[in-house]
């Protein structure tokens, strides 16, 4: 089991190197094969992370609806775990896309809920947040 978390981690890692190196189908067939054995192990929190960088690269290759939904489940697992911290990346990512497809109330609110998250536990993340939802804010008043 140790041996298939492991193997895991280290296809995460090298999905992001992918990313970087601009080869987004190899790091999504990475992140696939990573989300699989994590689903198959009964690690929420991985998957909830591959999830998490999967919907990144979906979003960097012009997919919103997928990034959206992939996006979508990590927060339902985050809650489901107990992943604040998790949540509220996944949050501010979402926000911002939810922002670009021109729901801006909704994109507020889950960066408010970010920024809540994160000042409740003292994370330094959360000056990145409101930074987000200022964003979010300037661009629903039209600036």
């Known amino acids: ?14 999905a992001i190197i992918e990313s970087e190196q601009g080869n ?12 699989k054995i ?13 999830l998490h960088q999967l919907a990144r690269i979906e979003m960097a290759q012009r997919n919103p609806t997928e990034a959206r ?24 990512m979402l926000a911002q896309l939810v922002a670009v497809e021109g729901n801006r109330e909704e994109a507020i609110s889950m960066a408010e809920e970010a920024v809540r998250i994160l000042e409740g536990i003292g994370s330094g993340q959360a000056a990145t947040a409101r930074g987000i939802l200022e964003s979010v804010r300037a661009a629903a008043q039209g600036r």
């Open 1 to 14: 089991m140790g041996d298939q978390r492991g193997l895991s981690a280290s296809l995460h890692q090298l």
């Open 24 to 35: 987004p189908t190899e790091a999504r067939r990475l992140l696939l094969r990573s989300s």
């Open 38 to 50: 994590l689903e198959d192990l009964g690690d929420q929190r991985g998957l909830s992370a591959s």
């Open 69 to 92: 939904r992939l996006w979508e489940r990590s927060i339902q697992i985050e809650d489901s775990v107990g992943d604040v911290a998790g949540k509220a990346a996944t949050l501010c």
